[in-house]
Structure formats: structure tokens, C-alpha cells
């Protein structure tokens, strides 16, 4: 098992129980499995299906939220498989067993080009670049939007445009097509995987959203120009109010100068606390105690309207990105403006 795309120090909950669990051994494990739903119980084999070689200090880490110290110098080297399937067949009857173990070898099958977080971009885009364009859009619908968009960063200008359009408009694709696909990548690039396509417009905006101004420039441009209606959805969904998280303190401070004081206060009706704070901190003292005192005292409002209000402070910071005032979206969103 590769477990180059786990990331040891970020795991989740699910992901902890079942390093712990493994950790833990068979008999213990089947004894908490009794205790759980199936719900629970196939969450976490999942995990532990994913897993081959535990680094040590991930168990002393997870241990040490479960117990009060454990430690190991030594790697856990277990395989998953097999240690799900002893488990699962001592906490339940075996057609109950196979079935869940099946059903998790079919979750781990379908998975979409899991294999692609391990990769070389740029030895990745280099194989793709001369390939058919159509066959470009399916690999990168598959592929984690920030690998996307690394790969469509990398490719001739003059095919990003074609690229992106395919994407956008890429529906199902049968199966046995994105398996042909995926076996050639797999074998060219010594990694392991397979999938199976869906792309769409959520899917190209997914990749905009990573890729630099330049190729995001080069992208819109073509697809304005063969469907319009499309870019504009694009556009649409490229940016929302929950986004402005990313514009920096002297930027935020020149949208809220283009923005009314009741558009705003409505705008912030379903904000996150990290939105809010973002905003709120870029006022003055007295207009941030006025405006929280303004939401207080809202009472019920349309979704819709608040929709619409979050959409206008957006374009708002669009129209002052357009100036070159403030930069936003995508990975020169941190750039400094000189």
C-alpha cells in the first residue's frame, strides 16, 4: 500500500480511531467494533483500508488523545486488508463480513485517480501535453483541483482555452475509457490507481480557482468567446462572498468603501464567524460596534436577499481587482501590489 498521499499530520477523526484501533490489535478491535453501528463501523474500515506502514510517531500522537502516554520507536507494520478482514469476521457473521469488505474494495476501486498526489506535475503535464485535449479535460475532471490546475498552468497557452472548454462540458465517460486511461498514466509513472470521470462546470471552476491570472485570463477569454452564458455561470461560482477571506486587510478596506452600510449588514446575516471578523476588523471601532448592533437587531430576512447583497459586495471586489487595486482568486492571491 502507498501511503504517500496520507497526510500523517493532519489526520481526521475517522482516520485516528482507525490508527488507534490498529494499533490496538485484532481482539481489541473486535470487541469495540461490536459496540459500534454499521455506519461507524464501515467509516472507519475504510480508513483502515487505506493504511499499509503507520509511522511511529503518528501512533505516539493518536495514542497520546486516546491514553494518557504511548510511545513507539518502531514502525507499525500491519496490513490493513488483512487486519480489517480478521476483525470484521470475528465482530459479525461472515456474509455480513464479506459484504462490507466488499463494498470497501469497491469504494477503494472507484476512487478518482488517488494516485495523482504522489506524482511530478510537471512530469505529469509533460505526458499529457501532446495528448488529445478531450483526453486532457477527463485526466484533469479526475484529479484534485490544485493538481489540475498545476497541470493546466503548465500547458501551451494555446490549448488551455480547449482544455478548460472540454472540462466544462465533460459529462460521464464510459467506464472503460477512463480505466484504459488511467492504466496508461499508472504504468508510465510508476504509481497506482484508478477512476472513473466527472467533470462539469463545478469541475473546471474547482481548477480556475487554483491556477494563476494568466491562465485563468487565457481560459475565460476562449470560453466567452464560444459560450458566453457559460463563462458567466463560471464567473459566477469562480468567486463567492465566503472567499474574501483571501483578500488582505488594505484591500478588504477599499471594498468596504464601495459598499452601504445596509448592504453590508445584510451580507454578513449568514457570514461565518472568520467572515465576519475579516470584515469587522476592517472597520473603525465605532462602525463595527454600529454594524453588529444593526444584525442584532435584523430580524427575519430572504435568503435570496442576502444572496443578492453578498453578490454585490463581490463584484464590487471583482470591478476593483479589473482597476488592479486589490488582487484576489487564485494563487497570485498574495501577491504584493506595488
Not at 469497491?106 to 483526453?135: D, M
Request: net charge negative; charged share 30%; no cysteine.
Amino acid at each position: 500500500m502507498n501511503d504517500s498521499k496520507i497526510d500523517w499530520q493532519n489526520l481526521n477523526g475517522v482516520q485516528k480511531t482507525a490508527v488507534f484501533l490498529l494499533s490496538m490489535g485484532e481482539s481489541y478491535t473486535s470487541a469495540i467494533f461490536k459496540t459500534m453501528s454499521d455506519d461507524e463501523i464501515t467509516k472507519i474500515a475504510n480508513a483502515m483500508a487505506q493504511f499499509g506502514e503507520i509511522p511511529s510517531e503518528a501512533i505516539s500522537a493518536v495514542s497520546n488523545e486516546f491514553v494518557t502516554l504511548y510511545e513507539s520507536e518502531d514502525n507499525l507494520i500491519v496490513s490493513g486488508d488483512s487486519f480489517l478482514k480478521k476483525v470484521l469476521e470475528k465482530a459479525m457473521d461472515k456474509d455480513k463480513a464479506n459484504r462490507m469488505i466488499n463494498q470497501i474494495e469497491e469504494n477503494k476501486r472507484e476512487a478518482p485517480f488517488l494516485w495523482s498526489r504522489g506524482v511530478n506535475t510537471e512530469i505529469l503535464a509533460g505526458y499529457l501535453e501532446p495528448e488529445h485535449p478531450q483526453t486532457v479535460a477527463m485526466v484533469l475532471s479526475n484529479l484534485p483541483p490544485d493538481v489540475a490546475a498545476e497541470i493546466l498552468v503548465a500547458m501551451p497557452d494555446d490549448k488551455k482555452g480547449g482544455i478548460a472548454l472540454r472540462i466544462a462540458q465533460l459529462g460521464q465517460v464510459p467506464d472503460d475509457i477512463v480505466r484504459d486511461v488511467d492504466e496508461a498514466l499508472r504504468k508510465e509513472l510508476g504509481s497506482v490507481g484508478t477512476g472513473r470521470s466527472s467533470g462539469g462546470v463545478n469541475a473546471l471552476v474547482d481548477i480556475i480557482n487554483n491556477v494563476d491570472k494568466a491562465t485563468e485570463d487565457v481560459v475565460m477569454e476562449l470560453i466567452e468567446e464560444e459560450n458566453n452564458e457559460m463563462a458567466g455561470d463560471i464567473r459566477q461560482l469562480m468567486f463567492v462572498f465566503e472567499d474574501m477571506k483571501v483578500i488582505d486587510d488594505r484591500g478588504m478596506r477599499e471594498v468596504l468603501k464601495k459598499v452601504e452600510s445596509s448592504q453590508l449588514t445584510l451580507a454578513l446575516k449568514t457570514a461565518s464567524e472568520e467572515m465576519k471578523q475579516k470584515i469587522l476588523g476592517n472597520l473603525s471601532s465605532r462602525a463595527a460596534e454600529m454594524l453588529m448592533e444593526d444584525l442584532e437587531v435584523m430580524g427575519p430576512v430572504k435568503l435570496s436577499e442576502v444572496e443578492e447583497a453578498q453578490q454585490e459586495i463581490v463584484n464590487a471586489a471583482k470591478e476593483l481587482e479589473a482597476e488592479g487595486t486589490i488582487t484576489i482568486g487564485g494563487k497570485g492571491a498574495g501577491d504584493i501590489l506595488v
